[in-house]
């Protein structure tokens, strides 16, 4: 059967270059293309035998059967399609106009940094000194359950302050009670229901306690708290997998973080201050 039949003219042509460069390699080292293991170029762009094992072990990734040699061809061929593609790309420049494309070439660059950190098999003993050394990052939150007062003067929350000290309940309207759900609640969820300042006071209570009067925006606000769970740290064996995970993200970040700060020490940056108005 003839190349033209077969492939077309242009797809003959790419498989006969293909051809010709596969069996200088497949030869042995006793024919040399002027450089040791480049099996073409592409306009002065080399493809060489580790570039083709390297790709074939991608396509072939779990099967231990190898490319015959029809197919390592027609894989060489494809590999001088894709640098002809990637030679356009670069004249047109549309890795800078393109954002998509520079968000692909970003990931990828990202991608074969942290490849070494994944790579690297994790032991139980760095997963173990991983969670001595930060067991705040695995905590179970305790839980609180309290009521919150606010009042529009000192006098007037002085006052209510001293009737609940002694025990005795508090007879006031219920706009008085700041919103917070009944039940006991995580120090988190009060962040946000109470705000910082007075969530982190109720941390700090005993269960029974009045706070003194806070001052809160333009109010003073009274906590009395009436529960107190602890926070927790579970068992190491009990959560080894969430360990794990928080290892290879903070991994992951330093890893990245480092070679940023690498190639920003290698690299010649200068920030135009007269555009930021400096």
Known sequence: MSLNSSFGYKEGIRLVLATIAL????????????????????????????DL?????????????????????RLLQLMVDE??????????????????????????????????????PMTEKEL????????????????????????????????????????ESLHINAARFLLIPQ???PISRLHHLIGPTLAQQAKTMNPGEISPPIVHGEQYVLLSLHQKTPV???????????????????????ALASKLDALWASAHININHF???K
């Open 83 to 120: 640098a002809l593609m990637v030679q356009r790309a670069e004249r047109l420049r549309l890795f800078h106009h393109d954002p998509g494309l520079r968000k692909l070439l970003v990931q990828a660059a990202i991608d074969d940094i942290l490849a070494a950190f994944l790579e690297r």
């Open 232 to 254: 927790v740290l579970p068992a190491f064996d009990s959560i080894q997998a969430q360990v794990r995970s928080e290892y290879q993200r903070r991994g992951r970040d330093q």
């Open 275 to 277: 555009e930021s108005g």
């Open 53 to 73: 094992e390297q790709t074939q072990s991608l396509l072939r990734a779990g099967s231990a059967q190898p490319l015959n040699d029809s197919a390592r061809q």
């Open 183 to 185: 039940g006991p609640l």
């Open 23 to 50: 069996g200088l390699a497949l030869l042995g080292p006793g024919i040399k293309t002027g450089v040791d293991d480049v099996l073409v170029w592409v306009n002065r762009q080399p493809i060489t035998q580790e």
């Open 128 to 167: 173990r000194s991983y969670f001595d050394q930060h067991p705040s990052v695995f905590e179970k939150s305790g839980t609180l359950r309290l009521s919150a007062y606010a009042f529009d003067s000192y006098p007037e929350v002085a006052a209510a302050r001293e009737r609940l000290a002694t025990g």
